[in-house]
């Protein structure tokens, strides 16, 4: 140590130590350095290489997904023909088809014989409905009849003598075509006020006063329509509990004999069509086409659905989830079953009314044609139809994303 300073000094072997050590630090660390360089730049390259292959894959790719695009029509038509070989109909389901069109075929000649309704003629569907007697025998007040007269006498719009001409036009179904208190709907109103004020309307809102000569209702002179509407609104707003009493025993006499009418010989004229043209509604009545031959319809329709459902539901219990189909892709098959066959049915029904109204005239079809059965055809038509093209449509679209995203790339994973 030097006195002066307080320094150690050191000595010749204690330098020559240092130095080594040092040099020997330094090699130490030279060499971490350069593993360290070596290291780095190997994951350089290797991450070099991976991102080569990785945009060799991208472009590999957009050069497939190129192709697909150039190509998109010719494919689309061979996914639309995977499509149609997938939900063909097998040898199950066109056994299923005849056995459905067969079903609705009996319904049509053997159930629906026997769930129409009978026509009965005027006085015994009255006797049916539960109507008591009625006499004609008004006091002809105008406007204003008594709730007794308006009880115990008919309805003034199955008046038809003096008409002259008035009821004209309604071909076979008479005045009932011509008469709008006949109509199932402008007949709630129209009927309803012809009753509470003695008068009759007919399809050109035209009115008459309707009274008794030699016990029979007969036109008297004419009335105004207008006025028809305000006594009766007048009745039921103004007059007390007294008027409300004739507009309601009125309104429950037409809906009464609305319902002794519809299935009678004529029975009534669908809604509306009257108003429009008299003569048409008759024309369709001859064809089955009024009140009576609506409900028999609906009859039909809801056995033909009936039919549908039992088919359906037991066609769907042969789905084999192991055939690879998809449960709506099986579907297609069920709807196109029961489509076809009440397309079957159908046409075979028009074919033998066609027959039918060649030897007999509409009357002689009138017996056999199935409108109820062609409504359940135009529901298949229209809604399987539609189901059919969306489960095309997602098999298209799903078909199509499979094939332009292909497999996912490693790179994109984690």
Not at 98 to 119: C, G, H, N, S, W
Not at 247 to 272: C, M
Not at 287 to 300: F, R, S, T
Request: proline share 3%; glycine share 8%.
């Amino acid at each position: 140590m030097c006195p002066l300073t307080g320094v150690y000094w050191l000595t010749d072997q204690e330098q020559k130590k240092r130095g080594m050590y040092m040099s020997r630090e330094l090699d130490r660390m030279r060499k971490q350095s350069s593993q360290k360089i070596g290291a780095a730049i190997g994951s350089v390259d290797q991450e070099t290489r991976q991102l080569s292959r990785n945009l060799s894959l991208v472009a590999a790719e957009e050069q497939r997904v190129s192709e697909i695009s150039r190509s998109a029509a010719v494919i689309i038509e061979d996914i639309d023909r995977d499509f149609k070989r997938a939900t063909k109909l097998t040898d199950v389901d066109v056994a299923f088809l005849f056995l459905a069109a067969a079903l609705q075929i009996v319904r049509q000649y053997v159930l629906k014989p026997l769930m129409d309704t009978e026509r009965l003629s005027d006085k015994e569907a009255a006797k049916q409905s539960g109507k008591s007697p009625e006499h004609s025998d008004r006091k002809h007040r105008l406007y204003n009849p008594s709730i007794e007269e308006i009880i115990s006498n008919p309805v003034p719009f199955d008046a038809n003598r003096g008409a002259g001409g008035a009821l004209s036009g309604g071909g076979k179904m008479g005045h009932r075509a011509t008469a709008i208190g006949h109509d199932p709907i402008l007949g709630l109103v129209f009927g309803t006020a012809n009753i509470a004020t003695s008068t009759l309307t007919n399809w050109k809102f035209q009115s008459w006063h309707i009274s008794t000569q030699g016990k029979h209702d007969t036109f008297t002179q004419n009335a105004k329509t207008a006025l028809v509407l305000h006594y009766t609104s007048d009745k039921l707003f103004h007059q007390g509990t007294n008027g409300k009493a004739i507009v309601g025993t009125s309104a429950l006499k037409e809906i009464a004999h609305l319902r002794s009418d519809i299935f009678s010989k004529n029975s009534l004229p669908l809604p509306f069509i009257s108003v429009i043209d008299p003569k048409l509604a008759s024309e369709l009545a001859s064809w089955g086409l009024d009140m009576a031959g609506v409900i028999d319809a609906g009859k039909q329709f809801a056995m033909a659905m009936a039919i549908d459902t039992l088919i359906g539901f037991i066609h769907g219990l042969f789905y084999d989830e192991s055939s690879g189909l998809t449960r709506s892709m099986y579907e297609v098959r069920t709807r196109r079953v029961l489509l076809y066959s009440n397309v079957i049915a159908s046409a075979s029904n028009v074919v033998v009314s066609a027959v039918a109204s060649h030897l007999g005239g509409p009357e002689g079809a009138k017996q056999i044609i199935d409108w109820g059965g062609y409504l359940n055809t135009l529901r298949h038509i229209v809604f399987d139809t539609k189901f059919i093209n969306e489960v095309k449509r997602d098999f298209l679209k799903n078909e199509l994303y499979t094939m332009v995203t292909g497999s996912q790339y490693d790179f994109m994973e984690g």
